[in-house]
């Protein structure tokens, strides 16, 4: 998320070389802050910040680790403010979500990734489909419920959307729903019109908390219209979304500070799971390249059905692990998001992160290929991949569209792979992954950063 944000804080703490030299100090806060403003970070946010990193690093004895902890603190003291952050939700169900933004921010959508993001950690959420200003909305949100089995309150005949939004409360309340979200109306612009039906609408549910949805690519027009929104209507928390199309990063950074609410999610893809949730200690990890493993932990454990992965290393340990598991697994990872998520949190690893840009593990030739190779096999043959002899691979090659070389690649590939992962599948493997994962926090990441 922070490629080039997370580039020049190294490059920065590069030049702070020797304990008291306090001309390295300016020269690194010199490029830090050219940097930050050239990151679209505020420049009123960017001057404070560097002010109080400079004069902490004094304190402290001017110095790398100095530098670190002094530049940590300040980042997390931006980037935090008073409220909840993550969802929180209600001492009594419903939980109920007003969801506002401009129209093009991606308020829609992002109302979609929210719902699967709590119903992957098993709250029944219904979404209430009341923008009533744009036509394509309510369909929209048809599509994405369809996608995500979540369910949908809409009235194609009502024309009100405080009657839905009140039908929807009392559906929710009445089939004891965890959350209800509702999808209110947007504009291009800021107007009257639209905060005179926000605020009907929020008079109407009295609800929990509102949550703006800006889009990151507009840059410092985001924090003005969340600043607006907050004014006139009254906000909670923001959710930043198109994040990872945002090259610059900065407007997360000064977002909190300027507008005066936390800032709770933010949108990293495209799919449904591409949304995080916005902690600061974890965020400022990520900024100073030693990623978030919390956050990782979190995401896979809400997602892998623990029963399952445990029946798997079993398997894997036997060296039975066939076509069926891999199409399991295959699903399960499809769930996590984009792969360029989930390396930037793995510590060293925003680098290839960024290399990977919009790469679908999930849809990717390779992938389309091993799907067409599989669904090309009988029950028994995915079952037991030693049965594949060589008629049967001619037969899989005419079955697939592929060609025998593709097919045999693709076996070889699936062989070598198993038995991979039966070696890590053992306690030495495992020993030697997880010194592997903590050689990364060395030169890749940041090393010596004061926890």
């Keep these: 998320m922070f490629d080039v944000i997370t580039g020049s804080i190294k490059s920065a703490v590069n030049k702070v070389r020797f304990k008291d030299d306090a001309a390295s100090l300016k020269k690194a806060t010199t ?53 909840n952050q993550g969802f929180v939700f209600s001492n ?13 921010s991606g308020k829609t959508t992002t109302t979609g990734k929210l719902a699967n993001y709590l119903k992957q950690r098993k709250k029944k959420v219904l979404i209430a489909a009341c923008d009533l200003q744009r036509l394509a909305a309510v369909e929209q949100l048809k599509q994405i419920c369809a996608q995500i089995e979540v369910d949908l309150y809409f009235d194609d005949i009502e024309k009100d959307p405080v009657k839905i939004a009140k039908a929807a409360q009392e559906k929710a309340k009445k089939e004891l729903y965890d959350v209800l979200l509702v999808d209110t109306a947007g504009r291009l612009a800021i107007d009257t019109e639209l905060m005179n039906q926000l605020g009907k609408v929020k008079d109407a549910l009295n609800p929990d908390e509102i949550f703006y949805v800006a889009d990151s690519l ?37 977002l909190a500070e300027q507008v005066g609410v936390p800032l709770r999610f933010v949108g990293t893809g495209e799919k449904m799971p591409d949304l995080e949730v916005f902690i600061p200690d974890r965020i400022v990890s990520r900024l100073m390249g030693a990623g978030d493993i919390e956050g990782l932990a979190e995401k896979t454990s809400a997602i892998i059905d623990e029963k399952k992965a445990k029946e798997v290393t079993k398997k894997i340990k036997k060296g039975e692990f066939n076509f069926n598991d891999f199409l399991e697994q295959l699903k399960m990872m499809s769930k996590l998001g984009s792969m360029k998520s989930i390396l930037g949190m793995i510590p060293g690893m925003s680098q290839m992160a960024g290399q990977l840009k919009d790469m679908d593990f999930e849809n990717s030739d390779e992938i389309k290929r091993i799907k067409a190779l599989i669904g090309s096999m009988t029950p028994k043959e995915r079952n037991e991949p030693s049965l594949l002899n060589p008629s049967r691979k001619k037969r899989l090659s005419k079955g697939s569209g592929l060609s025998e070389v593709q097919v045999n690649k693709i076996l070889k590939q699936f062989k070598s792979a198993s038995k991979m992962a039966k070696q890590l599948s053992n306690k030495g493997g495992m020993k030697g992954l997880s010194s592997m994962m903590s050689q990364m926090k060395g030169p890749g990441g940041m090393q010596g950063l004061p926890r």
């Design 31 to 83: 490029e830090l802050r050219k940097a930050l403003l050239k990151a679209d970070v505020h420049h009123k946010t960017t001057k404070d910040l560097i002010y109080n990193v400079e004069l902490r690093t004094k304190e402290l004895g001017i110095g790398q680790n100095a530098f670190l902890k002094a530049l940590q603190e300040n980042l997390t003291s931006i980037l935090t403010a008073e409220g």
């Design 92 to 104: 009594t169900p419903p939980t109920t979500i007003l969801m506002t933004g401009l129209q093009g």
């Design 218 to 254: 507009t840059g410092h027009d985001a924090t003005k219209t969340a600043s607006s929104f907050k004014e006139q209507i009254g906000i909670d928390g923001v959710i930043l979304s198109k994040f990872d199309g945002d090259t610059k990063g900065g407007v997360a950074i000064s």
